[in-house]
């Protein structure tokens, strides 16, 4: 997938699927935490909770519907980290089927300190893996 350095498959569940018979809203979100989950992991031992010290809370998500999706379709999720600031990323991600553009989106992502209930700095350790991953500026 071009622009994505990761991907992952994924074949819509009937969990998934909405009373319209397509996939619902909230699944495409569903869909962009567990290639978000699997990228993470892929950098490093991080998670959404762990990024080398804090984890990361979701202000804002933004979705383009681009084409129905149905049971038993399968995807290809893209996902990558597009920008980092001292706090905060933004995320972006991209759902492919058999090469149509069925969705995309992205996410804004705050590095939180889950004790303190606060915004902190993105963890250094983190920003040099996605630097070296996505060839960004750390």
């Known amino acids: 997938m071009e622009g994505f350095r990761f991907t992952m498959p994924y074949t819509v569940r009937i969990a998934d699927i909405n ?3 397509h996939v619902a809203n909230s699944a495409v979100l569903n869909f962009f935490q567990e290639a978000r989950i699997a990228y993470l992991g892929q950098l490093g031992p991080f998670s959404e909770l762990d990024l080398g010290g804090c984890g990361i809370i979701l202000p804002e998500a933004q979705v383009r519907y681009r084409a129905e999706m149905f049971h038993g ?9 597009e920008s980092m600031k ?8 991209r759902i492919d089927r058999e090469g ?3 969705a995309e989106g992205t996410t804004a ?3 939180f300190d889950y004790q303190t209930r606060r915004p902190v ?12 991953f996505e ?3 750390g």
């Not at 001292?86 to 991600?93: I, L, R, W």
């Not at 700095?121 to 070296?132: H, I």
């Open 109 to 111: 992502l705050v590095a």
């Open 135 to 137: 060839e960004l500026p």
């Open 73 to 81: 379709d399968p995807l290809l999720i893209g996902v990558r980290i």
């Open 86 to 93: 001292n706090s905060s990323m933004m995320m972006a991600y």
């Open 19 to 21: 009373y319209g018979g």
């Open 100 to 102: 149509q553009v069925v």
């Open 121 to 132: 700095r993105l963890p250094e350790g983190f920003r040099r893996a996605v630097a070296r």
